[in-house]
């Protein structure tokens, strides 16, 4: 499998567990990732997470799906759920990436989650709050902003969301 034909596409990655992961990845060469990493494996890079080609079952492009999700399969998935798991570090990471559609799935991860007061989540809310802030500051997009400003109010106690 020819790992850098799939840089800078949407895809979808099944690792060898069969777990399934999309996103826009980034390829990352050999010598790149033996500079970075400590392994002189090539591999494909989402947003928080690297696969190592020996990490891979298999890759399918998504450039030309178009569904109710655009490029994506669903609303949000295995990466998003990982990455709400890891906490706000890794929130932070897909903040201040550049990829606008991440952003937006993260944040219905984090939707959902948010539904019970009893999420991890809360534990970490005032952090939650600043990086939502200083997303809505830098962040053009209006359905993010809407979307960031509805967790901020969650998060304040102000409304369920529904």
């Given at each position: 499998?020819?790992?850098?034909?799939?840089?800078?596409?949407?895809?979808?990655?099944?690792?060898?567990?069969?777990?399934l992961?999309?996103?826009?990845?980034?390829?990352?060469?050999?010598?790149?990732?033996?500079?970075?990493?400590?392994?002189?494996?090539?591999?494909?890079?989402?947003?928080?997470?690297?696969?190592?080609?020996?990490?891979?079952?298999?890759?399918?492009?998504?450039?030309?799906?178009?569904?109710?999700?655009?490029?994506?399969?669903?609303?949000?998935g295995?990466?998003?759920?990982?990455?709400?798991?890891?906490?706000?570090?890794?929130?932070?990471?897909?903040?201040?990436?550049?990829?606008?559609?991440?952003?937006?799935?993260?944040?219905?991860?984090?939707?959902n989650?948010?539904?019970?007061?009893?999420?991890?989540?809360?534990?970490?809310?005032?952090?939650?709050?600043?990086?939502?802030?200083?997303?809505?500051?830098?962040?053009?997009?209006?359905?993010?902003?809407?979307?960031?400003?509805?967790?901020?109010?969650?998060?304040?106690?102000?409304?369920?969301?529904?």
């Amino acid at each position: 499998m020819k790992l850098s034909k799939f840089d800078g596409q949407c895809v979808q990655i099944e690792d060898n567990s069969g777990d399934l992961f999309e996103g826009y990845c980034s390829y990352n060469s050999a010598e790149y990732n033996e500079h970075e990493f400590g392994n002189d494996e090539e591999g494909l890079e989402l947003p928080g997470i690297l696969f190592f080609k020996s990490d891979i079952r298999k890759v399918t492009s998504l450039e030309d799906h178009q569904g109710p999700y655009g490029k994506f399969t669903s609303s949000y998935g295995k990466l998003e759920e990982m990455i709400v798991e890891d906490g706000v570090d890794m929130i932070d990471e897909v903040f201040y990436s550049e990829e606008q559609e991440h952003i937006y799935r993260l944040l219905l991860c984090m939707e959902n989650h948010l539904k019970s007061p009893e999420d991890s989540l809360f534990e970490s809310s005032k952090e939650l709050v600043a990086l939502l802030k200083g997303l809505n500051i830098m962040n053009v997009d209006e359905k993010t902003k809407e979307k960031a400003q509805a967790l901020i109010t969650r998060l304040q106690g102000q409304s369920p969301l529904t």
